[in-house]
């Protein structure tokens, strides 16, 4: 089987998705195209998806991904995947959900090697005070989508 690479300009940055037999495989943040695209139909879906989103039109995703890693980040990453649009929460959350506040830096850690960053929301998940804290992309992209995302909620009174 072949590895399927296609590029997409976004307004974040320029993306570069990888795939094999349909299926999403990565999403990386790149400066340049590197690599000569390569079976990039299979990808046009991931692109049609991701592109609405940016358009504001989708909140959720619907692609055949396959996110490779050990028992415990494919974990953390179907929980990610439970924060909804324009939410968020912190590590401490994101770990008591996975049933231990004790693995509170194992999650964070998980979080950081998400290889389908937007699609597996990682972005949504700040530190307990409200900073932001580490994105694969850089901080200004976590910003970026963190305010896209939630640009139309109205203030709420607690």
Known sequence: MNLSL?????????????????????????????????DAETLSTAVNQLQEYFDGKRTTFELPVHAV????????????QKIPYGVTHSYETLARRLGDVKVIRAAASANGKNPLPIIIPCHR????????????GGLRRKKWL???EQRDQKPKLL
């Open 146 to 148: 963190l305010d896209f």
């Open 6 to 38: 296609r590029y997409m300009e976004s307004p974040i940055g320029l993306l570069r998705l990888q795939g094999l037999a349909g299926s999403l495989l990565r999403i990386d943040f790149v400066e340049q195209i590197e690599d000569d695209e390569r």
């Open 125 to 136: 998940v700040i530190g307990k005070d409200g900073t932001l804290t580490g994105y694969s």
């Open 69 to 80: 890693g050990t028992h415990f980040q494919q974990n953390v990453w179907e929980e990610l």
